[in-house]
């Protein structure tokens, strides 16, 4: 999952457009992964394939919060009131939801108030231990991660992350609803263009 292949947006409405796609591969994923069953015991073959389940979660959310990516929901919001060429008001309340709904702790490269001791250089991210764990097993950040194997730790650093998927969810009907109306059509100018989105954290 992911927009790199298709290559940076041409233009705002484009960007609502693979921003739909994502979100809507997202979802899709947490349905189809979703456990079932009774809660099993901490030591299972099942219990450590929930936990790697969650923390794929958490690695693609990170692709709707991130300031650089071209979906992320700071882009998004400013995609939705760029586009939002007949001032419907749906659309505009829709974007002032979803900008309320995001907060900088769901932004990369924020400290986590996590359980257990504070790291000793300041440097020990979610980030960190979540990338170093899951695609760079040999990078320097995951060996001086003082928590790296603390699961009870990175899980509670991922639920943070998780309350994003509240934002996403209403910026996904929002993108929907436009869609489906035709209420969206980008401006003109450049997609990197002034426009009022979220204020940066």
Known sequence: MGEGKRGKPHNELERLQIFEQLAAEYFRMVELFRPEGPPVR???????????????RAALLRKFIVRDEHVSLKLVVRALRLCNYAADRG??????????????????????????????DGRDTFEDVLYGRLLHGDAD?????????????????????????????????????????????????????????????
């Open 91 to 120: 659309l505009a309340e829709g974007a002032d939801a979803v900008a309320a709904l995001f907060t900088a702790e769901m932004v990369q490269g924020r400290q986590h108030d996590t359980p257990g001791p504070a790291p000793d």
């Open 141 to 201: 950040r995951f060996h001086r991660s003082k928590w790296a194997k603390d699961y009870s730790r990175l899980r509670s650093a991922a639920a943070q992350r998780f309350d994003a998927e509240h934002a996403l969810s209403k910026a996904l009907d929002v993108v929907r609803y436009g869609l489906a109306n035709d209420l969206l059509r980008s401006p003109a100018g450049s997609i990197d263009g002034a426009g009022p989105g979220l204020p940066d954290p």
């Open 42 to 56: 901490a030591d299972s073959l099942e219990a450590e394939r929930r936990q790697w389940v969650e923390l794929f």
